[in-house]
């Protein structure tokens, strides 16, 4: 099937097959090193074993990490920008952990009580040192054109998220481009898909505080039944989004955490409910804000409640390059086969590589990782096992899309 992403890969023999030696030769070793990670999860700016065990493989290979202020670090490879005569290509990766016990039965699984890598950072992070000791060999073959940084990004999974303490500390710094996997259970292990354009959506935390008069349930007509009022704009919110915007437009408020009161025969006097805004593109995203913001005190005086609303706008959408987006097709189908590279769907999910992208062109890629013949687990579940054969697959596509550039 013919990619929309072009039909022209711009990879030499030579170094396709140097990459597929060297992740092959590499592959046994990369599995253990993933499941070396797995074991020990760190969550959010907690990831010092992993930032040192990703340094330590780097500096085996005789590249030169440097570390950020707190976690994780970058690392630069091939010709010098002078030799090149353009910018460095980085390849990101996040390397941090989540507050999820791992329901997995495997070896492996992890050693820490309630945390695991259950959005598989640690194939993410396995898969970029993967495609840098790849590339350092291509360098020292000859077979490399390009400058290339490695990023090894903490904290993706929080708000205020790595990304952008990273850009500050000087990541894209002589940076032109930049690409980056994330798992997709939804594909097959040896497939990849990408498209141009929105691949992401925005994400946003709305938690609003509610306020009314608490009394005895026998009598709500002297209060201000706080929990019935919640519940209407639990229900309301979100058809005020969906009346207000263009049908057209992909835009989702889902509830996460909703609390008020204690006892079946007391009504409450203050409520808390919590959810995710999430928005596929920037209009969207900026209009909806907007909606809500105007929506929650209108809705409140309605039922006579006071509400506080506490509105946290997190990531935009990732929105890849048209070229970069073309460059990572190009690459995985000289790795991979045609047949094996997709046109992904948009996720609703947020990812904060935006904020790279808000600096310089870029492109995210969906690897598939789902188990042949396997009901594929989700992202964010405890008992998420990714096929450990697309560790290979990823650092084909991450070295072939940097040798190529």
Not at 88 to 94: E, N, P
Not at 271 to 284: F, Q, W
Not at 305 to 317: F, K, M, N, T
Not at 389 to 395: D, F, S, Y
Request: glycine share 10%.
């Amino acid at each position: 099937m013919s990619s929309p992403l072009g039909d022209t890969p711009a990879l030499v023999p030579a170094a396709r097959e140097a990459i597929h030696r060297g992740a092959a030769a590499l592959a046994g070793e990369l599995i253990e090193f993933r499941r070396d990670l797995h074991r020990h999860p760190e969550t959010a700016r907690q990831e010092v074993r992993t930032t040192a065990q990703v340094a330590r493989r780097l500096s085996q290979a005789g590249l030169d990490p440097q570390r950020f202020q707190g976690t994780g670090l970058m690392c630069d490879l091939g010709p010098s920008i002078e030799e090149a005569g353009w910018p460095r290509l980085a390849i990101r990766a996040d390397i941090d952990a989540l507050p999820i016990g791992d329901g997995s039965a495997r070896p492996w699984r992890s050693v820490k009580e309630g945390v695991s890598h259950a959005c598989g950072h640690d194939v993410h992070t396995t898969c970029a040192l993967g495609a840098g000791l790849v590339l350092a060999d291509l360098h020292r073959a000859g077979l490399l054109r390009s400058p290339v940084r490695l990023i090894f990004q903490p904290a993706e999974e929080v708000q205020p998220s790595g990304a952008k303490e990273l850009i500050g500390q000087g990541a894209l710094e002589s940076v032109n481009r930049i690409v980056a996997l994330h798992c997709d259970p939804r594909y097959q292990v040896g497939a990849v898909a990408i498209k141009t354009g929105s691949i992401t959506s925005a994400a946003d935390l709305v938690t609003i505080y509610a306020y009314g008069e608490g009394g005895h349930t026998s009598r709500p007509q002297l209060t201000q039944d706080l929990v019935y009022a919640v519940g209407q704009l639990l229900i309301d919110l979100p058809a005020v989004l969906d009346r207000r915007l263009d049908p057209r437009a992909v835009v989702s408020l889902t509830w996460g955490a909703v609390h008020a009161g204690e006892v079946h025969n007391a009504i409450p006097s203050s409520a808390v409910i919590k959810g995710t805004l999430r928005a596929g593109d920037m209009r969207t995203w900026h209009r909806a804000a907007e909606i809500v913001k105007q929506a929650v005190p209108l809705l409140a005086d309605l039922y006579g409640i006071r509400a506080e609303l506490d509105y946290q706008s997190g990531v935009p959408p990732v929105v890849n390059d048209p070229a970069v987006a073309g460059l990572m097709g190009a690459a995985a189908r000289a790795v991979l086969g045609g047949n094996n590279v997709l046109v992904a769907d948009q996720s609703m999910g947020g990812e904060d590589f935006a904020w790279y992208l808000r600096e310089v062109p870029g492109a995210l890629m969906r690897l598939g990782v789902r188990i042949p013949g396997a009901q594929p687990a989700d992202l964010h579940q405890p008992d998420f096992d990714p096929d450990e054969g697309a560790i290979r697959v990823g650092v084909e596509v991450l070295a072939a899309t940097a040798a190529g550039a």
